[in-house]
């Protein structure tokens, strides 16, 4: 169970780690795609989606720290810390953004939750 609960996690972290990108270095090209945005309407939200990507590079962090800390109590702190902030962001995702967001980054973030809980 615990290496199923450290893969979901990672794969958690690597969504985000996506969605950064996407969201800061990537934005007016490729972010702006996925998000479905105009040139314009880009331009427009690019300094909030900056913002926004550096607040998801926090939940990375956490979650980096969940994988690689040593000490198994703190590592397990910060991954229940860093899952259930991805997936409270992402049920807010999806009440204000798109459904989809739900299934892209709440559900794994659940299920990484509720693996790390029953290792």
């Given at each position: 169970?615990?290496?199923a609960a450290k893969i979901v996690?990672?794969?958690v972290l690597l969504i985000h780690?996506?969605?950064v990108l996407l969201e800061t270095v990537l934005f007016r090209t490729r972010g702006r795609r996925v998000f479905g945005l105009s040139a314009e309407k880009a331009e427009i939200v690019q300094a909030a989606m900056s913002n926004q990507g550096c607040y998801n590079g926090f939940l990375v962090a956490?979650?980096?720290l969940g994988l690689l800390y040593p000490d198994a109590a703190v590592a397990r702190a910060f991954n229940v810390f860093?899952?259930?902030c991805v997936a409270v962001a992402g049920m807010w995702g999806a009440a204000t953004?798109?459904?989809r967001?739900?299934?892209v980054q709440t559900a794994p973030a659940v299920?990484?939750?509720a693996l790390v809980l029953l290792a």
């Open positions: 169970m615990l290496l996690t990672a794969a780690v996506y969605i956490a979650l980096a860093g899952l259930c953004v798109s459904t967001i739900l299934f299920a990484g939750l």
